[in-house]
């Protein structure tokens, strides 16, 4: 029983940083949600062996993510009309909020986990490529091809224009 309240304990006191996590690599509140079910679903059956429980689960958050996202179809998805905008609940649009999280949405899904592993997440480059199970040097080539693309996404560059320009 005292693992069981443990494992409630963690649950409860660190759901909502892994679900921004979460959230950052799969770029959806439903899946992001679905991937910290699953993680947290996988580490209650490895419970009594756990050394790091949140470096496990952020682990098994990561290699599900990408199992996911390589067996997901691409697909076009129809709307009513085309490049209609999304609207807050005010009513206020929502223009350049979700610039960087689009922006952090275009990368490839290495890009895109190492960047929130190190930056938004503040991890090293050794518990980066300890959780994402590749070598230092990889997550440092990763980083900086990221890096890259989003100096050069569109939606990022624009703001930096308009501020260039005042």
């Not at 960087?100 to 899904?109: C, T, V």
Request: aromatic fraction near 8%; charged fraction near 30%; include cysteine.
């Amino acid at each position: 029983m005292a693992e069981e309240s443990d494992f409630d304990a963690f649950v409860e006191g660190r759901s909502p940083a892994l679900l921004r996590s979460a959230y950052l690599l799969v770029q959806d509140e439903g899946l992001a949600e679905d991937l910290l079910q699953t993680a947290l679903v996988k580490a209650w059956f490895a419970w009594g062996r756990i050394q790091e429980p949140e470096a496990y689960v952020r682990r098994i958050m990561v290699t599900t993510s990408a199992s996911w996202w390589r067996r997901r179809w691409h697909r076009e998805t129809p709307t009513e009309v085309p490049g209609e905008r999304h609207v807050a609940a005010g009513g206020e649009e929502v223009e350049n909020a979700q610039d960087l999280w689009n922006a952090i949405g275009h990368l490839p899904r290495r890009q895109r986990a190492v960047v929130v592993l190190r930056y938004l997440e503040d991890r090293s480059e050794v518990e980066t490529a300890s959780l994402m199970g590749c070598s230092v040097g990889t997550v440092k080539s990763q980083c900086a091809k990221a890096l890259v693309k989003l100096r050069s996404d569109v939606a990022l560059a624009s703001d930096v224009e308009e501020g260039s320009r005042s």
